[in-house]
Nanobody
């Protein structure tokens, strides 16, 4: 089992920044790829970014390229999502997830956190 706890969400004005953290615990965390997804009210869960277990490969959704950066600190068992130049359309609940391979598909992730709310005001 892998337990994931997100933090760092909040209310920010458009153009501002936030850094989300996802603290992982449990067995073999370092063998999992990690991903960030988001879900706005009335919409499906959307891929945001993913990182391989080694940290050598990352991939971002087109909607956040150049603005969001995924990274990890294996010594702290933590994955981060640095979000810059935030827009009102970035408002959503953000979830981190752990899976066996780097992918944009939410169904391929085995473990999920409870989510953290990000609200961007215009």
């Amino acid at each position: 089992q892998v337990q994931l706890v997100e933090s760092g969400g909040g209310l920010v004005q458009a153009g501002g920044s936030l850094r989300l953290s996802c603290a992982a615990s449990g067995r073999t965390f370092r063998s999992y790829a990690m991903g960030w997804f988001r879900q706005a009210p009335g919409k499906e869960r959307e891929f945001v970014a993913t990182i391989s277990w080694s940290g050598s490969t990352t991939y971002n959704a087109d909607s956040v390229k150049g603005r969001f950066t995924i990274s990890q600190n294996n010594a702290k068992n933590t994955v981060y999502l640095q979000m810059n130049s935030l827009k009102p359309e970035d408002t959503a609940v953000y979830y981190c997830a752990a899976g066996k391979s780097i992918t944009t598909r939410p169904g391929w992730y085995d473990y999920w956190g409870q989510g953290t709310q990000v609200t961007v005001s215009s």
